[in-house]
């Protein structure tokens, strides 16, 4: 009788290939951390104001998309905030995150929701945009998240 190791090695290269990922209450969480994440921004943003917000919860490498431009770094978001801040701008911002989803290494994820900007025109008289906002966040080495993409 001829024995063939190939019958006992081919059901352990397909054990052994198939590596399970996350529990989906380990995806839960992550994704309830990046709520919970994007919540506590929205209320730094409505309490402290935007600029301290953004500052807060931006990554080093963040990157925002302002008028058809690219603010890249912490430290560009920052001189973009001090330029409105020497305008005058007082304007409020919230927003809800709709959607979350996270990667299955749990390092990045996605929100996106809607939002609603309230500035005043010249004669102080509310301007109101509404929109949807898209955010990626990024795990930092500290366990924190912190958005790379808004």
Same mark, same amino acid.
């Given at each position: 009788?001829?024995?063939?190791? /190939? #019958?006992? #090695? !081919?059901? !352990? !290269? @397909?054990? %052994?290939?198939?590596?399970?990922?996350? /529990?989906?209450? *380990? @995806?839960?969480?992550?994704?309830?951390? @990046?709520?919970?994440?994007?919540?506590?921004?929205?209320? !730094?943003?409505?309490?402290?104001?935007? +600029?301290?917000?953004?500052? %807060?919860?931006?990554?080093?490498?963040?990157?925002?998309?302002? &008028? &058809?431009?690219?603010?890249?770094?912490? *430290? $560009?978001?920052?001189?973009?905030?001090?330029?409105?801040? $020497?305008? =005058? &701008? *007082?304007?409020?911002?919230?927003?809800?995150?709709?959607?979350?989803?996270? /990667? %299955? /290494?749990?390092?990045?994820?996605?929100?996106? =929701?809607?939002?609603?900007?309230?500035?005043?025109?010249?004669?102080?008289? +509310?301007? %109101?945009?509404?929109?949807?906002?898209? *955010?990626?966040?990024?795990?930092?080495?500290? =366990? &924190?998240?912190?958005?790379?993409?808004?």
């Amino acid at each position: 009788m001829k024995f063939s190791y /190939s #019958i006992v #090695i !081919l059901p !352990l !290269l @397909i054990l %052994t290939s198939c590596s399970s990922g996350p /529990s989906e209450a *380990t @995806i839960e969480g992550w994704k309830n951390e @990046i709520v919970e994440t994007e919540q506590d921004f929205s209320d !730094l943003a409505r309490k402290d104001g935007i +600029p301290k917000a953004f500052l %807060t919860y931006a990554a080093e490498d963040a990157v925002l998309m302002r &008028n &058809n431009s690219l603010v890249i770094g912490k *430290t $560009a978001i920052k001189q973009q905030f001090k330029s409105q801040e $020497a305008s =005058g &701008n *007082t304007a409020s911002l919230s927003w809800k995150p709709d959607f979350v989803d996270v /990667s %299955t /290494s749990g390092d990045l994820g996605f929100t996106y =929701g809607k939002y609603k900007f309230v500035t005043k025109d010249s004669l102080g008289q +509310p301007i %109101t945009s509404e929109g949807v906002f898209h *955010t990626v966040w990024k795990r930092q080495a500290d =366990g &924190n998240w912190r958005f790379v993409w808004d």
